[in-house]
């Protein structure tokens, strides 16, 4: 399994606050909105069979069904599964979510979907390739698929390690490994070695005197990569 029990431990245990928007997750809450208008930029959603690998929580897959797309979200933390399918419940926003890894979701179903997300995901797992492969095997000819990470540098580091973590407190110690970030030659590389396009790299900012984020230029901490499956 191309997990780290660790990792799915950790998350497991803040599951229940995942729709706490002043959580943990908070980050995840406030960028969302960029991210969503980010994907439905390239891809638009209304009317698109989309996939969410990593979805945790749900707080992306529902945002996109929001939009108007069929969503499966798919994630191998029980706990979080159970999270998302309640909040789906009680906000009547419709996501089909599963208890299943990227790689035996691609073997049930590849080729079914228009677009594919793994958001804040690959810097978390032991073989990030493969689930760049699975994703590749997941949408359909002429699909699209977005991934977003962090890269591997000292300034990556400072900010998203001892900034996010330590020092201005944005996320729990520990949430991150900076030894699995990913650079983005390196992520460039396991795309166009799973058969897919790139098509384009986005860096996410944080201010930490307006505490606002914002897409930008700069990809050198956290960044978005939109590609695209050949027909």
Request: proline share 6%; glycine share 8%.
């Amino acid at each position: 399994m191309n997990a780290d029990p660790l990792e799915l431990q950790k998350f497991s245990e803040l599951a229940h606050r995942w729709w706490d928007p002043t959580s943990e997750f908070r980050p995840l809450h406030e960028i969302n909105p960029l991210r969503l208008e980010w994907i439905n930029a390239r891809a638009p959603l209304a009317g698109k069979n989309v996939i969410d690998i990593g979805c945790g929580g749900g707080i992306l897959s529902e945002s996109m069904a929001r939009k108007g797309a069929t969503v499966t979200g798919i994630d191998l933390g029980e706990k979080a599964l159970k999270v998302a399918d309640l909040h789906s419940l009680e906000s009547g926003v419709q996501v089909r979510y599963k208890l299943i890894a990227a790689e035996d979701m691609a073997a049930q179903e590849a080729g079914q979907y228009d677009v594919v997300t793994c958001m804040e995901m690959l810097e978390h797992v032991p073989d990030p390739s493969a689930i760049v492969r699975a994703c590749a095997a997941l949408v359909k000819p002429g699909g699209q698929v977005f991934f977003s990470t962090l890269n591997r540098n000292p300034k990556a580091y400072l900010f998203a390690v001892i900034g996010a973590e330590y020092l201005l407190r944005l996320l729990p110690k520990g949430t991150h490994d900076y030894e699995k970030f990913i650079t983005p030659s390196e992520l460039s590389q396991y795309i166009r070695s799973a058969g897919l396009e790139v098509q384009g790299f986005k860096g996410m900012g944080y201010n930490p005197l307006t505490k606002i984020y914002s897409l930008n230029d700069d990809t050198s901490v956290n960044y978005l990569v939109a590609a695209r499956r050949p027909l």
